[in-house]
């Protein structure tokens, strides 16, 4: 009777124990896959002044623009958590949409063999940002998952595991890569 009690109680303690792993295992690849997305915003923050320097050469005048991009740069890299940066991220888009169009307007920029690997490498990182984007909310939809799923949940709330938020874009317009084909 005694060897059935500890074998059973040996079995619960396996199972919660392999449960909390499976916890923890899921919100280490969440935070790995957070700083991954936070790897490609960086270098994308970073090539975004030598963009705006090469663009300002050929447009001077397209002050307000330039100020936009760097205003919003400023936003986003200071912005915490997924919502905050995807908002944040969302309003750099748009400014950089708006420094492609004025760069439109300017046959000899288009020409530059500057911008041009300039636009190569934002539209390399623009593909890496959407890519670990992906694999962190699938991620994280595993995770939340996990942490509302009985019985998980009750270890979860025992151990402060909380679900997690996605990192998403706040329109459809915004969803989309920055353009930067002419």
Same mark, same amino acid.
């Given at each position: 009777?005694?060897?059935?009690?500890?074998?059973? %109680?040996?079995?619960? /303690?396996?199972?919660?124990?392999?449960?909390?792993?499976? @916890?923890?295992?899921?919100? /280490?690849? %969440?935070?790995?896959?957070?700083?991954?997305?936070? +790897?490609? @915003?960086?270098?994308?923050?970073?090539?975004?002044?030598? @963009?705006?320097?090469?663009?300002?050469?050929?447009?001077? !005048?397209? $002050?307000?623009?330039?100020?936009? +991009?760097? $205003?919003?740069?400023?936003?986003?890299?200071?912005?915490t958590?997924?919502?905050?940066?995807?908002?944040?991220?969302? &309003? @750099?888009?748009? #400014?950089? $949409?708006?420094?492609?169009?004025? %760069?439109?307007?300017?046959?000899?920029l288009?020409?530059?063999?500057?911008? =041009?690997?300039?636009?190569g490498?934002?539209?390399?990182?623009?593909?890496?940002?959407?890519?670990?984007?992906?694999?962190?909310?699938? +991620?994280?939809?595993?995770?939340?998952?996990?942490?509302?799923?009985?019985? =998980?949940?009750?270890?979860?709330?025992?151990?402060?595991f !909380?679900?997690? &938020?996605?990192?998403?874009?706040?329109?459809? #317009?915004?969803?989309?890569?920055?353009?930067?084909?002419?």
């Amino acid at each position: 009777m005694w060897i059935l009690v500890v074998v059973l %109680a040996g079995l619960a /303690v396996l199972i919660l124990a392999g449960m909390y792993n499976s @916890l923890v295992q899921l919100r /280490v690849r %969440a935070e790995s896959a957070w700083s991954d997305i936070d +790897v490609q @915003l960086k270098r994308r923050h970073d090539l975004i002044p030598n @963009l705006v320097e090469t663009v300002k050469g050929y447009a001077a !005048h397209e $002050k307000g623009t330039f100020e936009n +991009v760097a $205003k919003y740069r400023s936003m986003a890299m200071q912005a915490t958590g997924p919502a905050e940066r995807a908002q944040a991220e969302s &309003q @750099l888009s748009t #400014a950089l $949409k708006s420094l492609f169009a004025v %760069a439109e307007s300017y046959p000899q920029l288009r020409a530059s063999e500057q911008f =041009t690997s300039l636009q190569g490498s934002l539209n390399s990182i623009e593909d890496n940002i959407q890519n670990a984007r992906r694999y962190y909310n699938a +991620v994280v939809r595993d995770f939340n998952t996990r942490v509302q799923s009985f019985p =998980t949940n009750i270890l979860a709330g025992m151990f402060g595991f !909380h679900t997690r &938020q996605f990192f998403e874009m706040e329109s459809a #317009a915004d969803r989309e890569n920055v353009s930067v084909k002419f």
